[in-house]
């Protein structure tokens, strides 16, 4: 059995610590316990001892010793002095643990869906690299003035809790830019500030539907708004994608009805097709025969060609029970964790509470910053620059493409956006061309991916936004090699 | 049937507005269209008409009227010239709308827990509300050095996605403050940051429980916790609260086990009792022997008085299957919305996964700022300070409550912390005193609104945090007179 003695004698208090020393030396006694160091009944040294070999006051031992007799972690017994409580030590605990962890963590079904193997780690900086905005062109002296500017106007009230659905100012330069360029009908009052907007997502499959409830989703289809909707516990029902969005027409009729319905109208994710107003308006009529909802994910409405600009479905009626995200993560930058939504006058306070319980809000300064970036004009000034620097780089790709690899390649015309979609002519497979460059480097998603259904779709998605022209052309040179290489084999 | 064209010569555009003068146009007719006032079948104008009315170059009009044919919201019919397509209106949709708009808003089941009544609205600045840290002694101006000087720091590199278990070098601060403060078991790999502890709370819920699942809680306990676990889906068990804490042994034996704990040691909310070792190594025997999962809150670590100071249950055993929980929101400021949460090894990557697929991250500058603020020491010595003013202020308020009501009522004596609880004498009831008082403006929750079960408890909660020495008296004073007004009914 250990002699608590040694241990101690060893165990050395950090004089720069500004803790109370008996505070310290109780801790350390502390641990030497619970972890089973010391074990139970052993003897600790006497307080007169223990001070000569700490060099300490006695009060100090004493004080330490007082301590772990209230916490019960030692005990005074006549004649046997002072020794380690009975059941104190989590030997046994800890033997027990040691069979289970980490072995033994056991998911919930739900929790699964969460953790789903994301698949291999990308490089963000890689060539092809989907969704990373181009960060290098963000005006980021513009936003550091403000941030100066605004901290020193920051007064002790900011600091409380703020509103649950954001920063008011911030919503409203939020509500007249969508109603501006987004047809969408908004004032504050309904405008949710998010942290991103699969959270919006999230919370409406949580607000408006339960354990097991179905939800109608695009395939293709985001792969993580399907594992979003899974890990709340719904059952996303595929509904085929053709060159207009959504086959509404085609879902799955079964009772009791999908309570909700996930699209990207604006820009297909990751077809990159329109959905023009007609089945718009066939979606907005499902939602109000069967009492559904519809999440409307305009995730990169900044990014369209003026010439495809369709209003939104939320737009459509002034009372569509739609609920409308969009974000700052594609038009200015992901770490800056602002995201929007656009709910239904009847739903503004479920969102206000279920934020309230969740996490509160968002942090308020970076709020306060943001709403003054947009009412100063930066914002519309930025995206109107990289709408147009999308374009360009996108028009570049596509003719790159067309020129060096058009034998192996059809691209696919979308609307704008950040990335296109090329399919690959018979005889070369795409997830061997993935594979292959990979090798190389080069971030090559593979279009099935996106389909929860068996699928023949044999193409790659390319993204474009944050590559210079040196660097297209580059990764499409690496691409050709490949694809040479596939078609060979 | 509404002519169109009056409508449209009346629509004006915007000069201010920098879209193509085309886009306005067709934005204006589309609005003009789809909102039904101009009705499927109208003739619009010749486009040399038009462009007569609205003074615009015949191209504009012709853009515009091409974009609209794109979108299928007018045809061309040989000549009757282009007219309103059919079934473009949403007149119906609308209607359909109005009849349920917002009467027809139906919450998920798990929604309703979420968004339960919160009670009447508090006023944050009121006399002994609760959790409202004394936001005018944080150190503003050393805060906003920091701000401007980091901001200058910021890279682009810093705007793209963070690490969704937080800013490392935070972790890293945090890890170090919790080890040296908190006897917790952690390094910065075990170290999560997210924006508030409920977030926590939620979290753990959902990867570690289903729907149906048991939670053992506190009665009383803290009754956001407790709507965060039911809005998750779980069944919460109550388990009674003595002088020791949560009675472990005492907890629902039905089958399956809970799958989680959720406790409050430190300080139990709102009772203000510290659990000691023995009852802490009670429940993490329980967590080993049904597989279960402890959450521990200790969501105002800092403010203990030292000489009750308890390990956390978490640095019982280096292996223990607790999600640990703590927040800045008490310590520093709510509007920062850091909390953190030291998770087991085992579930790093779990709680990264569905971090990352929810809400990414927290903004990665306010995790530079708050880092810096730590390491420079500030942290430490904002808590050191606080810690002894609100130690202060308790015992101010309790003297004063012996003082001046003893006579109505107990103090019951808890361990630092925010507030003070005390009973009432037989007589006097708190509901009443509590509605009596809120006339004065007073905010006086009641002990029995945090039970989930039947319960005499007849008290209050009396916050003092963020009063000055004044406030805390002319309270009191108007307490006392709530108080003999009510025991003479």
New interface residues.
């Given amino acids: 059995m250990t002699n608590g003695v040694e241990f101690l004698s060893r165990s050395l208090l950090d004089p720069g610590?500004?803790?109370?020393l008996y505070?310290q030396l109780q801790?350390r006694i502390?641990?030497l316990i619970?972890?089973g160091v010391v074990s139970e009944g052993t003897r600790l040294p006497s307080t007169r001892k223990l001070a000569t070999d700490l060099s300490l006051s006695r009060t100090t031992v004493l004080g330490a010793y007082d301590?772990l007799r209230?916490?019960?972690?030692i005990v005074q017994r006549p004649g046997a002095g002072t020794i380690v409580a009975a059941?104190?030590s989590?030997g046994t605990?800890?033997k027990?643990?040691?069979k289970?962890?980490?072995?033994?963590?056991?998911?919930?079904?739900?929790?699964n869906f969460?953790?789903e193997s994301?698949g291999p780690a990308t490089n963000?900086s890689a060539p092809f690299q989907l969704g990373?905005p181009s960060?290098?062109e963000?005006p980021?002296k513009i936003w550091?003035s403000l941030?100066?500017r605004l901290?020193?106007e920051?007064?002790?009230?900011?600091?409380?809790?703020?509103d649950p659905l954001g920063y008011r100012p911030l919503r409203e330069s939020i509500a007249q830019h969508l109603a501006?360029?987004r047809?969408v009908y908004c004032t504050a009052d309904t405008v949710v500030v998010?942290?991103?907007t699969?959270?919006v997502v999230?919370m409406a499959a949580?607000?408006?539907?339960?354990?097991g409830?179905g939800v109608l989703f695009e395939d293709p289809g985001y792969t993580?708004a399907r594992?979003?909707l899974q890990?709340a516990?719904l059952r996303t029902q595929p509904v085929p994608v053709d060159e207009q969005g959504m086959q509404v027409t085609r879902r799955d009729r079964s009772k009791p009805p999908a309570?909700l319905a996930y699209v990207t109208p604006s820009r297909q994710f990751p077809l990159g097709v329109t959905m023009?107003?007609?089945r718009r308006?066939a979606l907005?009529?499902w939602s109000?025969?069967t009492?559904g909802w519809i999440v409307e994910d305009d995730y990169d409405n900044e990014f369209y060609t003026?010439?495809?600009?369709?209003?939104s479905i939320q737009?459509?009626?002034?009372?569509?029970?739609v609920v409308y995200a969009g974000t700052f993560s594609q038009s200015l930058?992901?770490?800056?964790?602002v995201s929007y939504a656009v709910v239904?006058?009847?739903?503004v306070?479920?969102f206000s509470?279920?934020r309230?319980?969740?996490?509160?809000?968002?942090?308020?300064?970076?709020q306060m910053v943001l709403s003054a970036f947009i009412d100063e004009g930066h914002y519309g000034a930025h995206v109107?620059k990289m709408r147009q620097r999308y374009g360009e780089r996108r028009e570049e790709l596509i003719s790159l493409v067309n020129e060096k690899a058009g034998e192996f390649l059809d691209v696919q015309r979308g609307n704008g956006g950040m990335h296109v979609v090329v399919h690959l002519r018979k005889g070369i497979s795409a997830e061997e061309v993935a594979r292959e460059g990979s090798t190389l480097g080069l971030v090559l998603p593979q279009l099935a991916r996106y389909y929860q259904t068996e699928t023949a779709a044999n193409g790659l998605l390319l993204g474009f936004a944050s590559a210079s022209s040196y660097e297209l052309r580059k990764a499409t040179d690496k691409l050709v090699s490949v694809l040479k290489r596939c078609s060979r084999s």
């Fill in positions: 610590d500004n803790t109370p505070v801790k502390r641990e619970v972890t301590a209230a916490e019960g972690l059941h104190t989590t605990t800890r027990k643990h040691s289970k962890e980490p072995a033994a963590v056991r998911l919930s079904n739900r929790g969460a953790v994301p963000r990373v960060l290098g963000v980021l550091h941030v100066t901290s020193k920051v007064t002790s009230r900011d600091l409380d809790h703020g501006t360029n047809a998010f942290p991103g699969m959270y999230d949580r607000l408006l539907a339960d354990e409830d993580r594992r979003v890990a516990g309570r023009p107003v007609a308006k907005l009529d109000v025969e009492d003026s010439s495809h600009e369709t209003p737009g459509l009626a002034p009372d569509s029970r930058f992901p770490s800056l964790r239904p006058k009847g739903l306070s479920a509470e279920m309230t319980l969740l996490d509160g809000h968002s942090n308020t300064f970076n109107r």
